[in-house]
């Protein structure tokens, strides 16, 4: 497995400045946020065209809010673990440049990650269906009652985050598709890479010319097709080994 770190390090270093990273729920699950479609993930227990679709939201904003009171409740509550703050480090060394997170938790940028791009939107805000008025950084506790009505049109407001259904928000899908065009690299680290377009970003790079380094407990429909090198691990242990290759290779080296 050193010789996996070493070769994911060798090639990241030798395109420093020009790694991107792609992040899925995986890299949250140490965090105590379940993912999605693992045994024991969110989509076990809820149906996700009945709870994440944007319609069904609009029919039934009640039943919607249930669950998003539950999975709110687990983000306000989690803490970066050391996968976030490793990919940060490797940011602050010159490394990494980009991270395209499908995450909503906000814990990338809670590790001191800069350049983070969040393609699926973020659970921290509020947003009005109807006119659009945001509430920035709210809390559970702040909410009277669910569903949270707009305080200027008394609409239903929902977090800012993409339903099945939505348009990705047009900046994230144009800086995160640069960032992978340009991209010598792209780490993908933990995701099923199911939902697309974010699941495109890896052939984005691998298409210019890249290589992409996958990271993941099992296999995906990457490790076949896109992925040159897939390393099979927790995302924090194997960012550890290759953070580690990394520091050996960058010593006496400036990057920025
Ligand atoms: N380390 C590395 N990989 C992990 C770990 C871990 N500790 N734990 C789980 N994984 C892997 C799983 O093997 C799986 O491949 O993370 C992946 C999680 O996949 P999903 O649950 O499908 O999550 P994700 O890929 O982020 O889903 C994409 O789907 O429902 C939508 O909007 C939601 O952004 C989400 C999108």
Known sequence: MKRAYELAAETMVAAAGKVAVLTGAGISVASGIPDFRSS?????????MEYAEISSFKRNPEKVWAMLEEML?????AHCNRA????????????LRTVITQNIDGLHQAAGSCDVIEFHGTTRN????????????????????????CHKCDAIMKPEVVFFGEQIPQTALIKASEAAESSKVM?????????????????LTKRSGGRVIEINLEPTPLSTSVA???????AAVVLAGIESACDKLLTGRRLI
């Open 40 to 48: 024991q993930g969110l989509w076990a227990r809820y149906d996700p």
């Open 228 to 234: 040159d090198q897939t390393i099979f691990g927790p």
């Open 126 to 149: 509020l947003v009005c269906l109807r006119c659009g008025w945001r509430w920035p950084g709210f809390r559970l506790s702040e909410l009277q009652k669910l569903p949270p009505k």
């Open 187 to 203: 780490l993908v680290i933990g995701t099923s890479a199911n939902v697309y377009p974010a699941a495109d970003m890896p052939a």
């Open 73 to 77: 409740a687990v983000v306000e509550q």
């Open 84 to 95: 976030h703050e490793y990919l940060a480090e490797l940011e602050k060394k010159g490394v």
